[in-house]
């Protein structure tokens, strides 16, 4: 499974940006797709996540609301949507696949492939 991410980059706070996950590969075994982000000096914290049976969706309560996780089947891609972008979501965003259908969407221990992240900075 291959993910790779694109979309980044420098904007200025209350700005949007739309990340993108391409993913390849054993794709139909998917159970989450979620995005995570890791800031520096801090650990890798959950952000948004979709259940591929259902598209049910997950997000964490500092996004909740901003930040919107969205799937295309036909393009076999996971976007991120983020609005009102704050110099505090500036990090490296990551896009992960988890398989194994008791994962916790949260958990990056769960997820069992990743991007190689995309940096996102808002300025203030």
């Known amino acids: 499974v291959q993910l790779v991410e694109s979309g980044g980059g420098l904007v200025q706070a209350g700005d949007s940006l739309r990340l993108s996950c391409a993913t390849s590969?054993?794709?139909?075994?998917?159970?989450?797709m979620g995005w995570f982000r890791q800031a520096p000096g801090k650990e890798r914290e959950f952000v948004a996540a979709?259940?591929?049976?259902?598209?049910?969706?997950y997000y964490a309560d500092s996004v909740k609301g901003r930040f919107t996780i969205l799937r295309d089947n036909v393009k076999n891609t996971v976007t991120l949507q983020m609005l009102s972008l704050e110099p505090e979501d500036t990090a490296v965003y990551y896009c992960?696949?988890?398989?194994?259908?008791?994962?916790?969407?949260?958990?990056?221990?769960?997820?069992?492939?990743w991007g190689q992240g995309t940096q996102v900075t808002v300025s203030s």
């Open positions: 979709i259940k591929w049976s259902d598209s049910t969706k």
């Open positions: 590969g054993r794709t139909f075994s998917t159970y989450f």
């Open positions: 992960a696949a988890a398989f194994w259908g008791g994962s916790a969407y949260s958990n990056s221990n769960d997820y069992d492939y």
